[in-house]
């Protein structure tokens, strides 16, 4: 996605001039340059290998309003949603097939929730539902710090989708190129990584509101005679 | 002294500011940022005004911020003029050391410019040209698309992925290119005939500008029969007659060439704040 407080992306390729302030002043080293493109110059944030800590020093710096120099609220930077796949979380999986079948086929019990331990907003943007598996809410700005944190390999259980980029073909193009260089360098594009169609849909439904909570059937027929079970 | 020292200096720490600016950043100490598309010292900004025009025309809107970064240079070319181009730009460096190992090479002189001044109405023709083509075609793709070819831009911009990541990118391609087509075609091509950032500050020139001046009220013809000005101009002017002209960088080539002969002419520098002074 781009730097924290980046406007509408259409308005941000016309303001941004590539003079890679925002870059040089980032103590993380998160924000990149895009390379040979329409988009040449022009910084991003690769979540995978490093996001965004939401420090706002790039932000200020902008000379032509491509980010917002004004914004110093970190709640307020929406550069992203994060969505959880259900089929590649940790906690998703434990609480649907109670363990864990991991690559070697053992069969391992994890309760991983490390998103939730590493979102700056905790119950603002992502929550544990009853304690016990992650979702994400609306407050969620987008920071990817749970993306880069997230255990599960080679694909990232957690991954955001960055808004602000105006068209959704676009949005896919930074998504797709961002994941194929994630992926060890290659700019060939493995058809399973791209999420778009029917699967962006997909996945794009499974991000869930805070208004609107899943049903969630417990799979257990829990002991009602331990002490203090409600 | 001659000028020719001290620009040469100047030239040399502004070279040397686009590897210091990373490297001082690099070790967070962000008194200073960016790249020569825009700088800012403390909260002083100072961008290109190519680019603001570009990026006005792009986004299709003024803001404050955008003009408060264009203001410093624009003042500073009201000014002195093109002091930016013959006195820092890192571009303009590199088409120095080019000229002098293409003139080591051919190992003969160019040819006597001639004095009629259709030369430089040419190359600010050319000049004007490709500025407006590029920032309307700027205005309808919205995208910036001068700073692609920004020369001092993309070599500041190389400077900072050099110190920061230890590589180059695709970009330093396009100095290349420039560099060959200086070497073997047309020397100083770029800063005469198509850099934007030379236009758009040649915008500001008004008569009050620094620029060169001469003792002769009207000289027609070369004042001395070496015409040493002239031949010492890397853009081709006449400097006897030509001190405003737009493409002028006040570089002071031509008056260290002028006092090195003692030329009747009497080049100097005149302008708001050197008016009536030696």
């Not at chain 1, 794009?204 to 002490?227: A, H, L, M, Q, V």
């Not at chain 2, 408060?68 to 088409?95: D, Q, T």
């Not at chain 2, 890397?234 to 260290?256: K, V």
Request: proline share 7%; charged share 20%.
């Amino acid at each position: 996605m781009r730097p924290p407080g980046a406007v509408d992306e259409r308005q941000f390729m016309a303001l941004c001039i590539r003079c890679n302030r925002c870059l040089e002043v980032c103590p993380y080293g998160s924000i990149r340059r895009a390379g040979l493109s329409p988009t040449v110059g022009t910084p991003y944030i690769l979540a995978e290998s490093k996001a965004c800590y939401l420090c706002m020093a790039c932000c200020r710096l902008c000379p032509t309003g491509a980010l917002r120099t004004d914004l110093r609220n970190p709640e307020k930077v929406a550069i992203g949603k994060a969505a959880i796949d259900r089929d590649l979380c940790y906690s998703h999986l434990f609480l649907k097939h109670d363990v864990l079948p991991d690559a070697t086929g053992a069969k391992i019990a994890a309760l991983c929730n490390t998103c939730y331990n590493v979102c700056p907003f905790p119950d603002t943007a992502i929550e544990l539902k009853d304690n016990l598996f992650p979702v994400v809410l609306d407050g969620c700005v987008g920071c990817g710090i749970c993306v880069e944190r997230c255990p599960t390999r080679p694909r990232r259980a957690i991954n955001v989708t960055p808004t602000g980029m105006g068209r959704i073909d676009e949005a896919g193009f930074y998504f797709r190129k961002a994941r194929a260089r994630f992926r060890g360098g290659s700019q060939k594009i493995e058809r399973d990584s791209v999420l778009k169609g029917q699967r962006l849909l997909d996945t794009k439904s499974r991000i869930e509101g805070s208004d609107t909570p899943p049903e969630f059937t417990f799979p257990y027929d829990p002991d009602r005679k331990i002490e203090g079970w409600e | 002294m001659k000028y020719g020292t001290y620009r040469r200096a100047t030239q040399l720490i502004v070279f040397g500011f686009m590897f210091l600016i990373p490297a001082l950043n690099l070790f967070e100490i962000y008194l200073i940022t960016g790249t020569y598309y825009a700088v800012s010292i403390g909260s002083l900004s100072i961008a290109d005004p190519a680019v603001i025009v570009q990026a006005v025309f792009a986004s299709g809107h003024v803001t404050i911020s955008l003009v408060a970064a264009g203001l410093f240079s624009a003042l500073l070319a009201l000014l002195f003029g093109r002091v930016w181009c013959g006195w820092a730009c890192p571009y303009h460096l590199v088409a120095d050391a080019v000229n002098r190992i293409r003139r080591r090479v051919a190992r003969r002189e160019p040819p006597a410019p001639s004095w009629d001044g259709v030369a430089a109405f040419r190359a600010n023709v050319t000049r004007f040209g490709f500025l407006v083509v590029g920032t309307f075609t700027a205005g309808v793709l919205a995208i910036p698309v001068l700073n692609f070819v920004s020369a001092p831009g993309i070599l500041s911009t190389e400077a900072m992925i050099l110190v920061k990541e230890r590589t180059v990118s695709v970009e330093i391609g396009f100095i290349a290119l420039l560099v060959v087509v200086e070497l073997l075609v047309l020397p100083r091509f770029w800063c005469r005939l198509f850099c934007p950032t030379g236009s758009v500050l040649a915008v500001f020139r008004t008569p009050f500008t620094l620029h060169v001046a001469t003792s002769i009220k009207t000289p027609k013809a070369p004042c001395c029969k070496g015409n040493y000005c002239s031949a010492a101009c890397p853009m081709g002017l006449s400097p006897f007659r030509e001190g405003s002209n737009m493409l002028c960088t006040n570089c002071g080539r031509c008056i260290d060439a002028c006092q090195a002969h003692g030329g009747p002419g009497g080049l100097r520098f005149a302008g708001f704040f050197f008016q009536g002074g030696a």
